[in-house]
């Protein structure tokens, strides 16, 4: 097949393309290269996968048409974007064009030049919102939903909390309603926290790698709030396998939303995530204490059971495995974060 990936020399984009192009696909990744860590991954898929990295924003309508035009994809993995709640709070107007207007332009690429390719576009957990009108209580040293055993559903009315929230609220809902309109085959899949190889993580965004990658600079780290925040985490590799699950499956589930997480069985706080990094790395972590951020919410978790019907999809890399392997690759990699 061929495959166009957006944000492909992201954290995510990355991997989904690498994987790709081992299994004998067909890659054009778009990326406008900005993220820290972006030119790095472009350089290993280009030199280690053969891939064409074409450096495009999203934003220019018209080069995202002439490259959906001239590459004709069978399919797209659409995860480019702004990706931090404080960034969207601090710059609203880019977390807008590169969330909403971005994924806009990729959906009219496609409707106009490539109809019957397939879309499969990263979402996010924000969209739910705080999701303050469910009751949590403190369980075994973290916070937890009173009665949600499974985690928050699809059936959760949105609450698009935050310019972030609300610039992926808002793409999310495009794509979906760009299956009934216009007959695209698209699906949504609305990601937890996500963790794995190649991710440059940073303090406002991609906390689980931030946290190993300071660890093994033997650098400081910050937790905002008690640290008994409780979030489900799910290794890369767990998450590729929803994407190509929703490809191979997209006659049936074409216009659907899922929720793609670790679910009740991979939860974490901030405090349990210490102190694995802390065994893995055989010390102990430099951590200070500061005050709750704004849209940070005490718990998410979510109930991935319709995944697992309808895609026949569960996550398999235990939390304690993920972590393995991503601090074993931050190891070998330690050059690229000396800085």
Avoid at 96 to 118: H, M, S
């Amino acid at each position: 097949m061929r495959y166009l990936i957006t944000g492909g020399a992201g954290f995510i984009g990355s991997n989904a393309a690498a994987r790709c192009a081992r299994e004998g696909h067909e890659v054009l990744v778009l990326d406008n290269l900005s993220r820290f860590g972006s030119d790095v991954n472009a350089a290993w898929l280009s030199a280690d996968h053969g891939v064409v990295v074409d450096r495009t924003n999203l934003c220019d309508a018209s080069a995202v048409r002439g490259a959906v035009r001239d590459f004709a994809p069978d399919a797209v993995i659409h995860c480019a974007g702004q990706v931090a709640v404080t960034t969207s709070i601090l710059d609203p107007r880019r977390d807008f064009e590169e969330n909403a207007l971005g994924t806009f332009n990729v959906l009219e690429a496609l409707r106009i030049e490539a109809p019957g390719a397939i879309l499969v576009h990263a979402s996010t957990n924000k969209v739910y919102g705080g999701m303050e009108d469910e009751r949590i209580e403190l369980r075994d040293g973290r916070w937890a939903y009173a009665s949600l055993p499974h985690g928050c559903s699809e059936e959760r009315n949105l609450d698009f909390h935050s310019p972030y929230g609300c610039s992926k609220g808002a793409a999310d809902q495009y794509v979906r309603d760009y299956a009934r309109i216009y007959g695209l085959r698209t699906v949504v899949l609305r990601q937890s926290c996500i963790y794995g190889y190649r991710q440059f993580g940073i303090e406002d965004q991609g906390w689980v790698a931030w946290f190993t990658i300071q660890s093994v600079r033997d650098a400081p780290v910050t937790i905002f709030g008690d640290g008994r925040q409780v979030r489900d985490v799910l290794f890369i590799d767990d998450l590729l396998d929803a994407y190509f699950a929703a490809v191979a499956r997209i006659a049936a589930v074409r216009g659907r939303v899922y929720n793609i997480g670790g679910g009740p069985a991979s939860i974490i706080s901030i405090r349990e995530l210490v102190d694995k990094i802390e065994t893995l790395n055989g010390r102990r972590l430099d951590v200070t204490h500061a005050d709750w951020r704004p849209g940070d919410q005490r718990v998410f978790i979510a109930d991935i059971r319709k995944a697992g019907r309808e895609l026949e999809w569960r996550p398999r890399v235990s939390i304690d495995e993920g972590l393995r392997r991503l601090h074993m690759w931050i190891q070998e990699n330690r050059e690229l974060f000396r800085n």
